[in-house]
């Protein structure tokens, strides 16, 4: 069983950036695709962004030119970079990771943007 444990959420106010990360308990290489979605109260689940086999990149069109998918396969980590944060990018983020026919979540972090 993989665990996901998402951090580097918080409090930020509009125009703020976060960074957050996403550290894997197995092994993680770039034949490994992960993302991050979001939830926000009332909304279904999002796909923000996704790096996959090959480094390709995908971001949902209201974060592009904004937030930044990366990973560091050495650290087992995955990081999404959010800059020039909005109120409307106020949710709970959930980084996943797929491993052969199987897709494991974290738990969230919150992430609040006030104006």
Known sequence: QVQLVES??????AGGSL?????????ISSFNAMGWSRQAPGKQRELVAAIYPGGNT???DSVK???????????NTAYLQMNSLKPEDTAVYYCNFRQFSSTYWGRGTQVTVSS
């Open 8 to 13: 580097g959420g918080g409090l930020v106010q």
């Open 19 to 27: 960074r957050l990360s996403c550290a894997a308990s197995t092994r």
């Open 58 to 60: 995908n971001y949902a």
């Open 65 to 75: 030119g904004r937030f930044t998918i990366s990973r560091d396969n050495a650290k």
